[in-house]
């Protein structure tokens, strides 16, 4: 079997890499360009508000460079999980940027967008056929979490990637996609083995993070074997070692050695890293179990009202021995005193006190306040934004006058940096979908468009 | 923890946590030497038990792997809310790993 070179232009579209690398990948033969643009580390704001997590300026620049080397070199490249949500408008954002290149350098192709948002419809019929399943720690899908949501995309696999470049596509431009079906997609095309495939694209996505010491973000090349795959990356100064390529498993996954796909599950078990140069490393062994059941998981994400936020420092030791009693009784004058105000209309303040749980909250093994000071961040919350402005002016003023044993007269207990101390924030999002369709076909929940630019 | 005992910390070459999907938080204790990593894997520092009791969390929902390829230590466990949401406060998940750095290694 012929060897097939790849190339992963960097971990994340907008993070940056050395054109250098991407010209040396060419030389070196790369059948095809791939570069992940998504996430959720970034939580739920992306994918509800539609907002690339990097400048517009950022995500043309790493394009520009991906888009002229593909056109140049007749190769493919594809994008999976544009505009870092993945959401319709993630895809617009992408899809301007690379017609925009287009349009500046004078490059013709065929283009290919693939969308992964799915209407509401969609996920209710699957869910009413008994085609919707939990992924742990989730409950069962309902009918109210469908409702509650702003988007919902659905993670496709290398299937409809496959059909856009079946159809004649170059540049394939996706909504949400798994970052590894970007990588395995034209592979398995080729006819090479799944689990190859799915190691290498496990070890791609993530551009030069497999590398032993990343000193920024950059590219990395894979050459697929019959049974094996090399791993490299670009620039000179950076290397794989047996131990920085298997570490990668690890990365951002709870399980390192069963990795699900749409299609199956990798296995890296019985993975063999081997050092075949100073800086490559080749990876063989690891298997694939195709699942009965093809699935598609889904991420969705609510609106659970709008935040004020109210932030201050405490340098009184005096509050930080008995902050427990001292936070206690502020809560309970701002209840008297917001009820008095607003009757029984909903709310919520979600308090976070730095210098003692403010990092880690509820994990947070040391209960005592270690420090000189504390910083306390209060978020009012409620269904609209004026109720929790109206709610925060009271918090700010109870709490700067909140009283403590020790000092017998009117104390100002908390030093405010702004004023007005109390600060809008927006709407408060969350992830509220970890689950899993099951589609009628793995091409079923995405639609598909072509241009000719 | 007596001073001068050797911790996590001594032996690690790179200690980390960070979310693995919105809904996981999972940690990695990293070595550059077997005989670093085998010390911790083989006197167990790292078990569910103790995990559990250091984050308040389940035992029952606590995974460890040990990873002898990459000489590393794995933890993972569910978040006790989604990352981003309204309760949580370590959106990447990258601040939860330092109550492990003084676990005491035996010899």
Same mark, same amino acid.
């Given at each position: 079997m012929e060897a097939y070179p790849l190339v992963s232009a960097t971990g994340m579209l907008g993070s940056g890499f050395r054109p250098d690398s991407l010209d040396k990948a060419i030389e070196l033969g790369a059948r095809m360009i791939g570069c &992940?643009?998504?996430?959720?580390?970034?939580?739920?704001?992306?994918?509800?508000?539609?907002q690339c997590m990097f400048s517009k300026a950022a995500a043309k620049r790493d394009t520009e460079v991906m888009l002229s080397r593909a056109v140049a070199a007749k190769i493919p490249l594809v994008i999976g999980s544009s505009g870092t949500g993945g959401g319709d408008q993630g895809l617009a954002f992408m899809l301007d940027i690379v017609r925009e290149i287009a349009r500046e350098q004078g490059l013709h192709f065929k283009l290919a967008a693939i969308h992964s948002e799915v209407s509401k419809e969609t996920v209710r019929a699957h869910l009413q056929a008994g085609k919707a399943r939990a992924l742990p720690p989730s409950k069962p899908l309902t009918e109210a979490d469908i409702e509650d949501a702003l988007h919902i995309v659905a993670m496709m696999g290398a299937e409809p990637i496959q059909a856009a470049v079946d159809a004649g596509a170059q540049i394939v431009v996706t909504g949400r996609s798994s970052d590894t079906s970007i990588f395995a997609a034209l592979a398995l095309m080729q006819g090479y083995a799944?689990? !190859?495939?799915?190691?290498?694209? *496990?070890?791609?996505?993530?551009?030069?993070?497999? !590398?032993?010491?990343?000193?920024?973000?950059?590219?990395?090349?894979?050459?697929?074997?019959?049974?094996?795959?090399?791993?490299?990356?670009?620039?000179?100064?950076?290397?794989?070692?047996?131990?920085?390529?298997?570490?990668? +498993?690890?990365?951002?996954?709870?399980?390192?050695?069963?990795? *699900?796909?749409?299609s199956g599950t990798l296995d890296t078990r019985e993975a063999k890293y081997e050092a075949i140069s100073d800086r490559a490393v080749r990876v063989s062994g690891s298997r694939f179990h195709p699942d009965p059941e093809y699935t598609v998981k889904l991420e969705g994400v609510r609106q659970g009202g709008y935040s004020t936020m109210l932030m201050g420092g405490v340098r009184d030791?005096?509050?930080?021995?008995?902050?427990?009693?001292?936070?206690?009784?502020?809560?309970?004058?701002? *209840?008297?005193? =917001?009820?008095?105000?607003?009757?029984?209309?909903?709310?919520?303040?979600?308090?976070?006190?730095?210098?003692?749980?403010?990092?880690?909250?509820?994990?947070?093994?040391? *209960?005592?306040?270690?420090?000189?000071?504390?910083?306390?961040?209060?978020?009012?919350?409620?269904?609209?934004?004026?109720?929790?402005?109206?709610?925060?002016?009271?918090?700010?003023?109870?709490?700067?006058?909140?009283?403590?044993?020790?000092?017998?007269?009117?104390?100002?207990?908390?030093?405010?940096?702004?004023?007005?101390?109390?600060? &809008?924030?927006?709407?408060?999002?969350?992830?509220?979908?970890?689950? !899993?369709? =099951?589609?009628?076909?793995? +091409?079923?929940?995405?639609?598909?468009?072509?241009?000719? !630019? | 923890m007596?001073? #001068?005992?050797?911790?996590? @910390?001594?032996? @690690?070459?790179?200690?980390?946590?960070?979310? $693995? #999907?919105?809904?996981?938080?999972?940690?990695?204790?990293?070595?550059?030497?077997?005989? $670093?990593?085998?010390?911790?894997?083989?006197?167990?520092?790292?078990?569910?038990? #103790?995990i559990a009791r250091i984050y308040g969390r389940d035992p029952a929902d606590i995974i460890v792997v040990n990873h002898d390829a990459a000489l590393a230590i794995k933890v993972s466990f569910p978040r006790p809310q989604s990352s981003g949401s309204k309760y949580d406060s370590d959106v990447y998940g990258g601040q939860q790993y330092a109550p492990l750095l003084s676990l005491p290694v035996p010899d």
């Open positions: &992940d643009a998504g996430s959720t580390d970034p939580g739920p704001g992306p994918l509800a508000t539609g799944p689990a !190859v495939v799915w190691h290498m694209a *496990k070890i791609l996505e993530c551009g030069a993070a497999a !590398v032993a010491h990343r000193l920024a973000p950059d590219s990395m090349m894979a050459v697929l074997h019959e049974d094996s795959v090399d791993v490299f990356p670009l620039r000179e100064d950076y290397r794989c070692t047996p131990q920085s390529v298997a570490s990668h +498993t690890l990365y951002e996954n709870a399980d390192p050695f069963d990795l *699900k796909e749409p030791p005096f509050i930080h021995a008995d902050l427990d009693n001292w936070l206690k009784q502020l809560d309970d004058n701002i *209840k008297i005193r =917001v009820g008095a105000m607003v009757g029984n209309r909903p709310y919520e303040i979600v308090t976070r006190v730095y210098g003692r749980n403010g990092v880690m909250g509820a994990l947070e093994p040391e *209960k005592a306040v270690g420090g000189h000071e504390v910083f306390i961040l209060w978020d009012v919350i409620s269904p609209s934004q004026e109720l929790s402005r109206v709610i925060a002016s009271s918090v700010s003023h109870l709490a700067v006058h909140n009283p403590i044993p020790k000092w017998h007269g009117l104390i100002s207990g908390v030093a405010f940096p702004y004023s007005p101390p109390e600060l &809008d924030r927006g709407p408060v999002y969350e992830f509220h979908l970890n689950h !899993v369709l =099951v589609p009628d076909s793995p +091409t079923s929940l995405f639609c598909t468009e072509f241009e000719e !630019v | 007596a001073s #001068g005992q050797t911790t996590i @910390a001594d032996l @690690a070459v790179l200690v980390r946590s960070k979310n $693995a #999907g919105p809904f996981w938080l999972t940690i990695d204790v990293m070595f550059d030497n077997e005989v $670093a990593y085998r010390r911790v894997r083989d006197n167990e520092v790292i078990n569910r038990a #103790g």
